[in-house]
């Protein structure tokens, strides 16, 4: 149990580390950040309820109801993008990973809340 505990304890902090050399948006949350680093770690398309499942299964809970208003932003900035076919199903775009990298300036990107 306690190896267990040396594992999460030790990707949350390469998490937390990677993240602060990233350049996000204002608007932009840490859950953010773990969403887009779910779908990259992945390669694959996931719904909502797939990324809540899966994030829990990897140790890192993030609530339903968060990545159901998360995702539509990260859609309207082009961090991730919706699969064709039956269903809504997100992935990683170029420019997330590039972010996820710290090879993008999130600042840059538009606030999905504003009017503008």
Same mark, same amino acid.
């Given at each position: 149990?306690?190896?267990?505990?040396?594992? #999460? *304890?030790?990707? +949350? $902090?390469?998490?937390?580390?990677? *993240?602060?050399?990233?350049? +996000?948006?204002?608007?932009?949350?840490?859950?953010?950040?773990?969403?887009?680093?779910? /779908?990259?770690?992945? &390669?694959?398309?996931? $719904?909502? +309820?797939?990324?809540?499942? $899966?994030? @829990?299964? +990897? =140790?890192?809970?993030?609530?339903?109801?968060? #990545?159901?208003?998360?995702?539509?932003? /990260? /859609?309207?900035? &082009?961090?991730?993008?919706? /699969?064709? =076919?039956? &269903? $809504?199903?997100? %992935? #990683?775009?170029?420019?997330?990973?590039?972010? @996820? %990298? &710290? !090879?993008?300036?999130?600042?840059?990107?538009? !606030?999905?809340?504003?009017?503008?």
């Amino acid at each position: 149990m306690l190896r267990l505990m040396d594992i #999460i *304890s030790g990707i +949350r $902090n390469r998490i937390t580390t990677e *993240s602060m050399s990233r350049l +996000r948006a204002e608007w932009m949350t840490f859950s953010d950040d773990r969403i887009l680093a779910f /779908l990259e770690s992945t &390669g694959a398309g996931h $719904n909502y +309820r797939g990324i809540e499942v $899966n994030t @829990l299964d +990897r =140790g890192d809970k993030i609530s339903y109801s968060t #990545i159901k208003r998360r995702v539509p932003k /990260l /859609l309207d900035v &082009g961090l991730v993008r919706e /699969l064709e =076919g039956e &269903g $809504n199903y997100y %992935a #990683i775009t170029e420019q997330g990973e590039k972010y @996820l %990298a &710290g !090879d993008f300036d999130a600042r840059e990107l538009p !606030d999905p809340d504003s009017s503008e």
